[in-house]
T-cell receptor, first 113, second 109 residues
Framework: DGGITQSPKYLFRKEGQNVTLSCEQN?????MYWYRQDPGQGLRLIYY???????QKGDIAEGYSVSREKKESFPLTVTSAQKNPTAFYLC????????????FGSGTQLSVL | RKEVEQDPGPFNVPEGATVAFNCTYS??????FFWYRQDCRKEPKLLMS???SGNEDGRFTAQLNRASQYISLLIRDSKLSDSATYLC??????????FGIGTKLQVIP
């Protein structure tokens, strides 16, 4: 079955540590996205990529980094520069056609110890 | 100004009521518009696309007003199962997909 997979479901980070969240899709989608959601808040865009080897900063990119070396994969690294990393992270993908809907992963809850 | 603005609510309505949500967007070049539904701490799910000509799906009607840069969602005959957060979504240049903060709906028996 085609889909989008995020791992791990829960992740704990120590102060000053970098962590990487995985996002893989086998839907052959060109565009991929990372969002952050805090309690009672909507989804805020961190980074997005419309094609392999290209990505753009979203609205809250500071303290995060991404890569898009393969069409299927869009990993997100939460660096030590991100001072408030505890949140629910959602990855999404969509075809290039703007009328097509987003497909979401099931999310990763990141907590700082 | 935020790219996409919504009233976060909550909207508390009795079963059977009609409720309407609006959402405004700031970029007049925005291309596509959607309403998504999100249940607590789960991934959002597409509710419906939004067009200038309007879009109706059962009890749900969505409308786009490009001149005033807002989209609306109307829910008729509210059910308890409609309780959720409704997210306005706008797609702009470079396939940027921006969500509104979401409007929380609570349907009361």
């Amino acid at each position: 079955d085609g889909g989008i997979t995020q791992s791990p479901k829960y992740l704990f980070r120590k102060e000053g540590q970098n962590v990487t969240l995985s996002c893989e899709q086998n839907l052959n989608h060109d565009a991929m996205y990372w969002y952050r959601q805090d309690p009672g808040q909507g989804l805020r865009l961190i980074y997005y990529s419309q094609i392999v080897n290209d990505f753009q900063k979203g609205d809250i990119a500071e303290g995060y980094s991404v890569s898009r070396e393969k069409k299927e994969s869009f990993p997100l690294t939460v660096t030590s520069a991100q001072k408030n990393p505890t949140a629910f992270y959602l990855c999404a993908s969509k075809p290039r056609d703007r009328s097509e809907k987003l497909f979401f992963g099931s999310g990763t809850q990141l907590s700082v110890l | 100004r935020k790219e996409v603005e919504q009233d976060p609510g909550p909207f508390n309505v009795p079963e059977g009521a009609t409720v309407a949500f609006n959402c405004t967007y700031s970029n007049s070049a925005s291309q596509s518009f959607f309403w998504y539904r999100q249940d607590c701490r789960k991934e959002p799910k597409l509710l419906m696309s939004v067009y200038s000509s309007g879009n109706e799906d059962g009890r749900f009607t969505a409308q786009l007003n490009r001149a005033s840069q807002y989209i609306s969602l109307l829910i008729r005959d509210s059910k308890l199962s409609d309780s959720a957060t409704y997210l306005c979504v706008v797609i702009g240049g470079y396939q940027k997909v921006t969500f509104g903060i979401g409007t929380k709906l609570q349907v009361i028996p």
